[in-house]
């Protein structure tokens, strides 16, 4: 795959690019570049991930040469900064759209877990670098299951999971879905700030209607009916009748048994 990425990706306004067979986190990898000065649109892809990370300071498993591992390092504009939550939804779009176009039925689970017939298929980790007040990089990772090996085993696992080739019944191109997947964020990125980002993610949600029970960190569960989101990509909850809103944070969101 990493071969054949520069021509794949060349109609893409990427500013850099940087290939790893293997690396500890592409993540990472992003966040030291950007302290270095990487430009906006600079792209880190690995074929393998050793200390891949998760959202919750969970591990994310990345076998070498069965997923896309890849971290963008975008340096908002002040509009894009000022809608600075929404990047976590704009990523989990991007990843929808270019599974749609496969012919795939993708949701999200809040707020940015993609699913595939309610097994997780893709995760997203958003990395934010203020220098004060200001937005100065946001790193975008996201590690997409493509075959089957990469997979954990099922009881690594707080959700099931499931890989897009089993799911679509043959092989398909990693380096074509990258392009896809960055080719819809060039579309969709100047939308942040119009309220079509966030109305799309909403579209998407999977559990729309549903009970669900929400946990975040050592606090009481939440077990409430999913309604939508907030303007910020807050998630609503009917609970007793009332609309409790939910932050991002340490959160798990999961059927109501
Ligand atoms: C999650 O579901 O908890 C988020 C997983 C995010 C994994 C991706 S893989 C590419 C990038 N590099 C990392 O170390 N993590 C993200």
């Known amino acids: 795959m990493l071969k054949k990425l520069p021509s794949v990706l060349a109609s893409l306004p990427l500013a850099d690019l940087r290939l790893f067979d293997s690396i500890g986190s592409t993540n990472d990898e992003a966040l030291a570049w950007a302290a270095e000065g990487?430009?906006?649109f600079s792209l880190v892809v690995a074929d393998e991930q050793t200390t891949g990370r998760g959202r919750a300071g969970r591990k994310w498993v990345t076998p070498q040469g069965t997923a896309l591992a890849f971290s963008l390092i975008l340096r908002p504009a002040p509009a894009e900064a000022d809608s600075s939550t929404l990047f976590t939804g704009l990523t989990a779009l991007v990843l929808v759209d270019a599974l749609k176009k496969r012919?795939?039925?993708p949701q999200i689970k809040w707020p940015n877990?993609?699913?595939?017939n309610r097994k997780k298929v893709a995760g997203i980790l958003v990395?934010?670098?203020?220098?004060g007040d200001a937005l100065d990089t946001v790193v975008l990772g996201m590690g997409v299951n493509v075959l089957a090996g990469s997979n954990p085993p099922d009881d690594a696992l707080l959700f099931p999971a499931t890989n897009l080739e089993t799911e679509l019944g043959?092989?398909?191109k990693r380096a074509e879905l990258l392009r896809d997947i960055l080719s819809a964020l060039v579309g969709w990125?100047?939308?942040?700030?119009?309220g079509e980002v966030v109305k799309a993610w909403e579209e998407n949600l999977s559990f729309r209607g549903e009970q669900v029970?929400?946990?975040r960190g050592d606090?009481?569960?939440?077990?409430?009916r999913v309604m939508g989101l907030e303007a910020d990509g807050s998630l609503r909850l009917l609970i007793n009748d009332k609309i409790v809103t939910v932050q991002f944070g340490e959160i798990h969101l999961r059927p109501a048994v």
Do not use: F, N, Y
Not at 189 to 194: A, G, L, N, Q, V
């Open 113 to 116: 877990d993609i699913l595939l």
């Open 127 to 131: 990395e934010s670098v203020w220098t």
């Open 189 to 194: 990125r100047p939308k942040m700030s119009t």
């Open 170 to 172: 043959r092989s398909l």
């Open 38 to 40: 990487a430009r906006d």
């Open 213 to 215: 029970q929400v946990t």
């Open 103 to 105: 012919g795939l039925k």
């Open 219 to 224: 606090e009481e569960p939440l077990t409430g």
